[in-house]
């Protein structure tokens, strides 16, 4: 048995033990970079200082990272800047044999780099993989996107003119990502400016520097020169003056952000003033509309798909599940019965674990708020509601029946393993209350009529419907949101746009 | 699943670049992976110490005694827990580390935390000069502390607590086989508050790493602890620096056993002095003299009381775990061969009697059944040299004047045990034994305020509250002129 096994996740050892175990190829040491990297260096920050990063099953250290500045990021921006003039210049096909390499590299290390996720940010070992797998692909969708960045040759009104639109890339782009797909968030913006022709620089959220971090050298062994990726870690403390930085340079033409929709409206503000392209990925309320005309089983499977991968906390994940009033108590009772069989609640590295710990006890926190304000206004706890045993970053997975639009789950990103569960009578009222939000992101709906899938899908408020299905993510499909849950597409043809400027040459003077 | 050990420097657990394997000796499985610490590694560690000593030095002894009784306490409070590592490292019963080896650890530290808040120094006058002198201990600088495997806690926390206590900052290399409860250990000093930098911590191995240490110039002070041989290599390479050495090193020590003695307690204190940890601690009795009156009557009785003794698994009600390694264990079985070369008699033990080991998972293990050997010349290895392991020799002897003689004759001298109800021939025998611990009619009762260590090739120095204090200060005399 295990030594870890026997004396328990809560001893020292456990928490000592970063996820170092059973190393076949290479040691931990050589995927761990506790170092930030600029202009192809590994790098300290100025100051020396220091943050640390735990590994949020147990608490243990993982590692620390430099934890920079205003300073170190200009600095950074610099190097960006001067890298972008030549690999402006590089060639696509270039560009693109370095993506490819760089995505063989993501996936022959995928079980190195999956470990790194789920020490960083507690998902199941199986679906860090998986995300390694995800995010990888962005790397191989956009080499071959890279080159084909067609623009036009537009038939001219006069014959003294050849009108030609060609596409550029942006410049030095500011990306600033989050910590629930730490590998993934980063490669689908990273990819795309790197395709076009854009140099980097990502702030990673500090609850995640070590899978932007790894990306740094295996980008290096790839073959990208020094300065095309940049990679500023810094703590929650400096994260404010390193975002305005990046935000208010004037060397930095674009900013990609996936976080909050708060932090968002800061960013945009912040980007007016430079005039700056951006991309924002922010939060989602997603509505889980089950029609009487569904096939229940496959809806109540979609639904468990949906809402607990990564514990509930990603933007896409089911918010709000909307059920008809005809098969309301069956689907309660399947869901219940499903989310017993399925969930395993424990450390992402052990053998069946399903739902890993949330990312800190802030994040515990609020979904017991969000559960209990629920609860407290007549809603009907059918399981969980209250903190797991396993960890104080741990929260069991939780039922919530009878809820109302009154609710603050109703209204808010619950970010946790809590299914909310509100019956409706009409198709026009399950619209409206999917509607009734500020945000638009994805929608998720099962139906076998197919006039009424027609009709919700084109009146659904949202960026994204899947329709009988509960997983829509996928590197050839635009992925977006739209009101306040973002601006622009990431993944799909149009992925690369956003990194790109069409440059109208009217070539005249023709004889 | 290989638990992997990290370095701890400046307050932080640290990857290294190079990882060796560290062995479970009751299965023969690879169950940690150590870092094997570069000059590089070595170098950081040692700056990082001389860093923290500036603030660690001025820290008051009020503060420093607090930090070292927190320390304590949360050993303490994790006890099982390294005890249960320990045994996996090492290889001796769970039910040892947790009575003996851990709480002495615990106690090591709240040992010296509570002595520091009593030094007093000497003082004189020069009436006719109408001068002060006083005499002030300061601390010296970063320390090197190098320990072995026998006993891992017990040990490196025996250098540690003074070290620090005292106002030294050090680097620490563990023994490579057996540091994970020293890794465990960093935690401890990281909740308890300590500041970074005072204890840092690089695994690896003697030639790689601990070489390092014993060379940097920055490092003023060595304690350690392991052979003779390293001993001496120490001493060789350090003179150059005029480096201050605590050398406790191997033991060849000597049981006395007269006629008038209690036959009955001598023989159960002789069985544990003997095979304790397996023998592998350097205070075991290994060299048996019994007056030959008694003689027959102590052989029989001392077999048949070491083939009572159970051993196997150490997680489990024995007395004898598994030796710590292959290499140990053939080293250990060599002198057995010897022996039958010799052409000496083998009573019980190794190549006589059976092991018996019901749990599959002990098949690899290094296990080795307590084994007594007689009729052995006095000049023979096995009278001479460091067995380490769970063997002894048992000879006759006639005469006080005899025994006297031929118990010196051996290059150790760290201890020995005297049995005799006559307390005047027990305090003639101890005065004349050439070793610095003699305990009459019993075995390793430490008194931790009184001197320990060896003579002749046993070592140089002695630790205890005022003799650590001796090592691990400088003695300052300082002289004020007050006028008459």
């Known amino acids: ?511 | 699943m290989a638990v992997v050990v990290s370095n701890f420097v400046n307050g932080e657990f640290v990857a290294a670049q190079d990882y060796i394997d560290s062995i479970n000796p009751a299965t023969g499985e690879l169950w940690a992976k150590i870092p094997n610490s570069t000059e590089d590694e070595v170098n950081v560690a040692v700056a990082a110490a001389k860093n923290a000593f500036e603030g660690w030095s001025t820290t008051t002894i009020q503060d420093r005694s607090k930090i070292l009784q927190k320390i304590a306490d949360l050993l303490e409070k994790e006890l099982k827990e390294f005890a249960e590592v320990e045994s996996r490292d090492q290889g001796k019963p769970v039910s040892l580390a947790t009575n003996i080896d851990i709480p002495r650890a615990v106690y090591n530290f709240r040992f010296f935390a509570t002595s520091i808040l009593h030094i007093k120094s000497d003082c004189t006058f020069l009436d006719g000069a109408g001068a002060v002198n006083y005499v002030q201990h300061v601390p010296v600088g970063v320390a090197g502390l190098i320990s072995p495997w026998n006993l891992p806690m017990y040990l490196v926390t025996w250098k540690i607590a003074p070290c620090i206590a005292f106002g030294n900052t050090c680097v620490v290399k563990p023994s490579e086989m057996t540091s994970v409860t020293a890794f465990m250990l960093c935690k401890v000093f990281q909740d308890a508050g300590l500041p970074p930098g005072v204890v840092n911590m690089v695994c690896g191995t003697g030639p790689r790493t601990g070489e390092v240490i014993i060379r940097h110039p920055d490092v003023p002070l060595i304690s350690f602890t392991g052979s003779t041989a390293v001993g001496r290599h120490i001493q060789e390479v350090t003179a150059p620096n005029t480096k201050k050495l605590s050398l406790e090193l191997g033991g060849k020590n000597a049981a006395i056993i007269f006629e008038d003695c209690d036959l009955a307690n001598c023989i159960t204190t002789t069985l544990r002095s003997s095979f304790t940890n397996q023998g592998e601690v350097c205070l075991c009795t290994s060299r048996i003299f019994v007056q030959e009156g008694i003689y027959s009557e102590f052989i029989q009785r001392f077999v048949e009381a070491s083939r009572q003794l159970k051993v196997g698994d150490p997680t489990t009600n024995v007395n004898l775990g598994a030796l710590i390694s292959a290499q140990h264990l053939n080293k250990v079985k060599s002198f057995v061969e010897l022996a039958r070369k010799e052409g000496a008699t083998i009573q019980c033990g190794q190549g006589v009697d059976q092991l018996n080991l019901p749990n599959p998972e002990n098949k690899n293990g290094y296990f080795f059944l307590p084994t007594v050997i007689t009729n052995v010349s006095d000049s023979s290895e096995l009278m001479q040299s460091e067995i380490f392991g769970p063997v002894v020799c048992i000879v006759p002897f006639t005469s006080e004047q005899e025994v006297i003689k031929r118990a010196n004759n051996c290059r150790y001298g760290l201890c020995a045990t005297v049995w005799t109800k006559d307390l005047g021939r027990a305090q003639r025998v101890a005065r004349k034994m050439e070793v610095g611990t003699v305990w009459t009619n019993c075995w390793l009762v430490r008194d931790l305020n009184m001197p320990f260590g060896g003579m002749k090739d046993s070592g140089i120095g002695r630790e205890s509250a005022t003799d650590s204090l001796e090592f691990f200060t400088e003695k300052k005399t300082i002289c004020m002129m007050i006028g008459t």
């Open chain 1, 1 to 511: 048995m295990s030594v870890i096994k026997l004396l328990g996740s809560r001893s020292i050892l456990s928490r000592l033990q970063v996820s170092r175990m059973a190393y076949s190829v290479r040691t931990a040491s050589q995927f761990l970079h506790e170092k930030a990297y600029v202009n192809g260096k590994w790098v300290d920050a100025k100051s020396g200082k220091k943050f640390q990063v735990l590994n949020p099953a147990n608490g243990g250290l993982m590692g620390s990272c430099p934890d920079m500045n205003a300073e170190d990021t200009q600095l950074a921006i610099q190097k960006a800047h001067t890298a972008f003039q030549f690999w402006k210049k590089s060639s696509v096909k270039e560009r693109s044999a370095v993506l490819r390499k760089w995505f063989n590299l993501m996936m022959e290390n995928q079980q190195e780099l999956g470990k790194l996720i789920t020490e960083e940010m507690g998902k199941p070992l199986k679906e860090a993989m998986g995300e390694i797998g995800y995010a990888a692909g962005f790397f191989e969708w956009f080499a071959e996107e890279a080159r084909r960045t067609y623009g036009d040759i537009i038939p001219s009104p006069v014959d003294s003119k050849r009108l030609l639109a060609i596409k550029q890339p942006v410049g030095v782009c500011g990306l600033i990502t989050p910590w629930n797909f730490p590998s993934a968030m980063i490669t689908r913006k990273a990819g795309a400016a790197i395709a076009a022709g854009c140099t980097v620089v990502i702030k990673p959220a500090e609850d995640t520097p070590f899978s932007a971090l790894v990306l740094c050298d295996l980008a290096e062994k790839a073959g990208l020169p020094p300065g095309v990726i940049n990679v500023v870690t810094c703590s929650r403390q400096n994260t404010v003056e390193v975002g305005k930085v990046l935000c208010e340079s004037p060397l930095v033409a674009k900013i990609s952000f996936t976080g909050s929709t708060n932090t968002g409206k800061i960013l945009l503000q912040q980007c007016a003033n430079t005039v700056k392209r951006v991309s924002m990925e922010l939060g989602g309320n997603a509505p889980f509309v089950v029609f009487d005309s569904a096939d229940v089983d496959a809806a109540v499977m979609g639904a468990m798909a949906c809402k607990f991968r990564v514990s509930g906390q990603t933007c896409v994940c089911a918010n709000r599940f909307l059920v008809q009033e005809g098969i309301y108590d069956q689907f309660v009772q399947k869901l219940g019965e499903q989310m017993l069989k399925q969930l395993k609640v424990g450390d992402g590295f052990s053998e069946d674990v399903t739902q890993g710990p949330l990312i800190n006890s802030k994040g515990v926190d609020k979904v017991d708020e969000l559960t209990q304000d629920a609860v407290s206004r007549g809603a009907q706890l059918k399981m969980g509601g209250k903190r797991h045993s396993a960890g104080e970053n741990y929260y069991e997975p939780t039922l919530l029946t009878d809820v109302t639009s009154e609710m603050r789950c109703f209204k808010e990103e619950i970010f946790g393993p809590v299914s909310a569960v509100i019956k409706f009578r009409t198709e026009d009222e399950a619209v409206a209350l999917a509607n009734a939000s500020s945000v638009g992101l994805a929608g998720y709906f099962f139906s076998r009529d197919l006039s009424q899938i027609w009709r919700v899908a084109e009146n659904m408020e949202v960026g994204m419907v899947a329709v009988n299905d509960g997983i829509l993510s996928t590197v050839e499909a635009p992925f977006g949101g739209v009101k306040e849950s973002g601006i622009g597409r990431e993944g799909s043809k149009y992925g690369i746009d956003e990194y790109m400027n069409i440059k109208y040459i009217c070539m005249g003077g023709i004889q």
